[in-house]
């Protein structure tokens, strides 16, 4: 069982940066793929960044890629998501997600409660 916690969401101005932080609990953090999701209200929810436990390889969604940067801490249970260059169209509530399997999609299994990130034009 993993439990996931997100934090660092909040509303900032085009143009901006924010890191958002998701803290899990277990002691096979160094396992699971972790994933970065977000949802906009009517919309599906997207995978837009994943990191891989076993060989560290990163996939970025088009949208993000150049301005978003996945990492994790295995030390502390914690994967990042450092946003920079934010546009209003990535106003959406961020979830983190942790698989043993799954990389990209959204078929992972354990999920964080969401924070909310809001860019303001």
């Known amino acids: 069982q993993v439990q996931l916690v997100e934090s660092g969401g909040g509303l900032v101005q085009a143009g901006g940066s924010l890191r958002l932080s998701c803290v899990a609990s277990?002691?096979?953090?160094?396992?699971?793929?972790m994933g970065w999701f977000r949802q906009a209200p009517g919309k599906e929810r997207d995978v837009i960044a994943a990191i891989s436990w076993r060989s560290g390889r990163r996939y970025y969604a088009d949208t993000v890629k150049g301005r978003f940067t996945i990492s994790r801490d295995n030390a502390k249970n914690t994967v990042y998501l450092q946003m920079n260059s934010l546009k209003p169209e990535d106003t959406a509530v961020y979830y983190c997600?942790?698989?043993?399997?799954?990389?990209?999609?959204?078929?992972?299994?354990?999920w964080g409660q969401g924070t909310q990130v809001t860019v303001s034009s």
């Open positions: 277990g002691r096979t953090f160094s396992t699971y793929n």
């Open positions: 997600a942790a698989d043993h399997v799954h990389f990209t999609g959204t078929d992972y299994e354990y």
